[in-house]
């Protein structure tokens, strides 16, 4: 309630903060600035952001840390779940009518209502979508969905994804990463916090949150044991008890007998975190798949045949240079494992696939040790076999005629596979775009581009986390898939449509029949760096992490547009010219348009420190009371006065890069 003011601040401050968790630096690197070209198709991909260095939640998180922390040790959520049960215990005072109540915990909604000052209005926007990790659907009722977003909690559609409605907006930790169903109650879903995908411990989750009414109440799992549950990165339910609950997090794959009132190690190693987990539904025992291993440590596929008894775990795929690893079983064939492996950081000559493919695995023999068969690796003669963990039409420029090929793998960040339903062979594999087999992962096709128009019925947003199918697809009557990622949800009727293959196929979109449209309506998980209003109150602007800078207004909640593209940072617009406005991407490279937002031009003449000095999210300000004068801050402080037409440095010592 809002007249309890000390309470919302630290409940917004919480969200900004829990949104991205703080990462090792392995992200996919910043690449220099290509050198200038006349053609239109890289022109048009630099307009959309291609050549940035898209959403980097490690950068993104030590943005929030420098801003929050003297020393940028972390903060400790922990100490926040106390505070926030202490909270609720005091005496409230109402600022509307200098009064004492009594605490939220003996006072109803209804008795506080009315102390209220005001209340809350969603401006949006909720149909650009944000990082999404989780989707799952009620088999019973397939038009009830949830959707997790790493900065925007749990959400719920009861309508196929025509409208979605927030469920835990005031829990602890909105960093949901992971979500799971009780295949006896869909009633009852797990919610797993904080985003632990090489992350520190600088930002993390908050444990397991639990609902058994269908999301209108949750609570939080053994609140009190810190068994490792900061990072929950995946969660499986039991088909045969839906008691027994198996969660992969940073430090182990942990084991609950009792719906997870209590929970102890299943297997623990060393290596800094479980990512992926499957489980078969056609065995008496439950029979689990574990994934672990990160951008440094080889990754591993782990076993155990009787997870909920007796059954021990063992290690069935270890191969030089493999790094993260997902999962999938063949639903029609549970004998049949999949794998997509991304190739290891390697310190000394990396070679073109870091981070990007290192190879597909098969076993036909329930993914038993010495069964697996690698069926593409990035040797792979035909080179759209090897990119499914890279930015395809950056690979293809030189193929396409549009510049120079690149390769921007970041298989560490966005690697999911799935198999189709009702035919074992037919596999997706989503990183930055998505793809199909229709041969057992030996040959691929495109399936999704995300450097299309997003008019286009071949585009989806780029960075794929999660592929789901429809609890009624048979691959003929019902193709039904839904894909989470970046850009939120997105839904393909047709997923058996004709893919794109050859050497043209990033070239050339129509060559795919696979069509797409996005469910983002009222989904608000977006991840905002920085946001600025008109001076009317009525419009507003900001930069948001891998969704560009988006602007909304009269147009509603569902009518916000893009008007810059990339990654980053801070916006200001000229309060007595609202055609000027400024923009950024990452690092030094203010951007300003003098027309309202159709085209922006470098505003950074004069900086003549090296950009690297500059940080992730550099920040820029405007004085409101003279709006030509704009500062920045790399080592040193750069002051404008002139609208950003030309800049000098305003301090003569460094100040060892200017956090905000």
Sequence with gaps: MLFRVFRICIVVMSAAMLVLPAALDHKK??????????????????????????????????????????????????????????????????????????????????????????????LGPGNVGGRTRALTINPTNPNIMYAAGVAGGVWKTIDAGASWAPLADLLPNIAVSCLAMDPHDPNTLYAGTGEGYYNGDALRGAGIFKTTDAGSTWSILDADNDLGFRYVNDIVVSPIDGNRVYAATSTAVMRSLDGGTTWTYSVAINFPGFFDLAIRTDTTTDFVFATSGNVTLP?????????????????????????????????????????????????????????????????????????????????????????????????????????????????????????????SNRVWAGGIDLFRSDDGGANWGLASYWWEDSSAPQYAHADQHAIVFHPQYNGASNQTMFVAGDGGIFKTANARGPVATGSGAPCNSALSGVSWASLNNNYGVTQFYNVAPYPNGTTYFGRTQDNGTVRGGSSGINGWTEILGGDGGFVAVNPTNTNILYAENTGLSIKKSTNGGISFASSTSGITESSSNFLFIAPFAMNPKSPLQLYTGGSYIWRSTNGGTSWTRATSYPNFNVAY
């Excluded at 050198?35 to 898209?54: C, I, M, Q, V």
């Excluded at 100490?79 to 109803?108: C, V, W």
């Excluded at 697996?372 to 040797?379: F, L």
């Design 29 to 122: 690197k910043e690449t220099e600035k290509l050198g200038d070209s006349r053609n239109n198709k890289e022109l048009e991909l630099r307009k959309k952001g291609a050549y940035e260095p898209f959403d980097e939640p490690d950068k993104a998180a030590e943005f929030y840390v420098r801003k929050r922390t003297l020393d940028q040790s972390g903060i400790p959520v922990e100490k926040y779940l106390k505070a926030i049960k202490h909270i609720n215990r005091m005496p409230q005072h109402s600022t509307r009518g200098d009064r004492m109540f009594a605490s939220q915990d003996e006072m109803s909604v209804a008795e506080a209502q009315p102390l209220a000052l005001g209340t809350w209005t969603q």
């Design 299 to 423: 990754g591993i596929v782990w076993r155990n045949p009787d997870a909920g008894g007796s059954g021990s775990w063992s290690p069935v795929l270890l191969e030089p240079n493999a790094g993260r690893i997902s999962i999938a079983i063949a639903p029609s064939n549970q004998n049949i494992v999949y794998a997509l492996v991304s190739e290891l950081n390697q310190s000394v000559n990396p070679g073109p696939y870091q981070y990007g493919l290192h190879a597909v695995f098969r076993s036909t023999n329930s993914g038993e040790n010495f069964s697996w068969v690698a069926v593409d690796r990035n040797t792979n003669p035909n080179k759209l076999n090897t990119v499914l963990l890279s930015n395809p039409i950056i690979a293809y420029l030189t193929e396409c005629g549009e510049g120079t090929s690149q390769f921007f793998n970041q298989g560490w960040y966005d690697n999911v596979i799935a198999v189709d339903p009702v035919d």
